[in-house]
C-alpha cells in the first residue's frame, strides 16, 4: 500500500512552454503533499506544501507565479512549471502524507525534466 | 535554521562488509530523525526512523540511534548485500512539544552505496 505515481517520468520542451507534472496517491486519500526538486548529485530540497483544497505555501525563494501547484482532490496534485527554461531543468519529486500518519511521507519516483 | 550533513560518498564495500553511514544535525525544537533509501528507478522509501533521544530505528537489518548529546543519527548494517546498493538520505522534521509532525522534511544530500559481490 501507500503508493504514489508521477506523471510522466521524464519530459523533454522547448524553452517558453509550460508542462505540467501530476502526483497521484494510488491507494490512499493525500491530505498534504509536497514538492521537491533535486539537482545532480546534491539534495532534495522542498519547493512548496500543498494542502486539498487550498493555495499551496512556497518555500523561500521559489518563484509561486512560475511552479503553479494544484491539488484539487486527496488523491491528485499537479506542478505547472510556466515558461519554463534550461535552469529549470531538474529532477522533480512529488511526496503524500495522510492525516493519520503526518511524520510518513510516501514519495513518487520522480519526474525528470529537461527544457531545451 | 534546520540541517542535515551525511558523510560523502560514493561508498564502495564488498558484500558482508559492514557499512556505516554517517548523519549529524542542528535543528531547533525537537526533531524526529528518519534514513529513506533510494532504489535505482525507484521513489524513496522510509527505512527507519527515531522521535525522540536514545530511541533505536531498525529495518531490514539497518540500525541508526538518535543520539542527542552529539546531534547525530549514524546509519549501520552488519553485513551488507548487493540488494542494499542504492542512495541513502538522512533527514528530519520538526514537531512540537507534544510530538506532531510540522511535516517538512529537510534531506541531507544522499550517500550513494555500491556493494559488490
Known amino acids: 500500500g501507500a503508493v504514489v505515481s508521477q506523471h510522466p517520468s521524464w519530459v523533454i520542451c522547448k524553452s517558453g512552454t509550460s508542462v505540467k507534472i501530476e502526483c497521484r496517491s494510488l491507494?490512499?486519500?493525500?491530505?498534504?503533499m509536497f514538492w521537491y526538486r533535486q539537482f545532480p548529485k546534491q539534495s532534495l530540497m522542498l519547493m512548496a506544501t500543498?494542502?486539498?483544497?487550498?493555495?499551496?505555501?512556497?518555500e523561500q525563494g521559489v518563484e509561486k507565479d512560475k511552479f503553479l501547484i494544484n491539488h484539487a482532490s486527496l488523491t491528485l496534485s499537479t506542478l505547472t512549471v510556466t515558461s519554463a527554461h534550461p535552469e529549470d531543468s531538474s529532477f522533480y519529486i512529488c511526496?503524500?502524507?495522510?492525516?493519520?500518519?503526518?511524520?510518513?511521507?510516501?514519495f513518487g519516483p520522480g519526474t525528470r525534466l529537461l527544457v531545451l | 535554521g534546520n540541517s542535515v550533513t551525511q558523510m560523502e560518498g560514493p561508498v564502495t564495500l564488498s558484500e558482508e562488509a559492514f557499512l556505516t553511514i554517517n548523519c549529524t544535525y542542528t535543528?531547533?525544537?525537537?526533531?524526529?530523525l528518519f534514513w529513506y533509501v533510494q532504489y535505482p528507478g525507484e521513489g524513496l522509501q522510509l527505512l527507519l526512523k527515531?522521535?525522540?533521544?536514545?530511541d533505536k530505528g531498525s529495518n531490514k537489518g539497518f540500525e541508526a540511534t538518535y543520539r542527542k548529546e552529539t546531534t547525530s543519527f549514524h546509519l549501520e548494517k552488519g553485513s551488507v548485500q548487493v540488494s542494499d546498493s542504492a542512495v541513502y538520505f538522512c533527514?528530519?522534521?520538526?514537531?512540537?512539544?507534544?510530538?506532531?509532525?510540522?511535516?517538512?522534511?529537510?534531506f541531507g544530500q544522499g550517500t550513494i552505496l555500491t556493494v559488490h559481490p
Open positions: 511526496s503524500a502524507q495522510t492525516l493519520a500518519s503526518q511524520e510518513t511521507q510516501y
Open positions: 491507494d490512499f486519500q493525500a491530505t498534504t
Open positions: 500543498s494542502n486539498e483544497g487550498s493555495k499551496a505555501t512556497y
Open positions: 535543528a531547533t525544537g525537537y526533531p524526529s
Open positions: 527515531a522521535t525522540k533521544a536514545d
Open positions: 533527514a528530519l522534521t520538526l514537531t512540537n512539544a507534544g510530538g506532531t509532525s510540522y511535516g517538512k522534511l529537510t
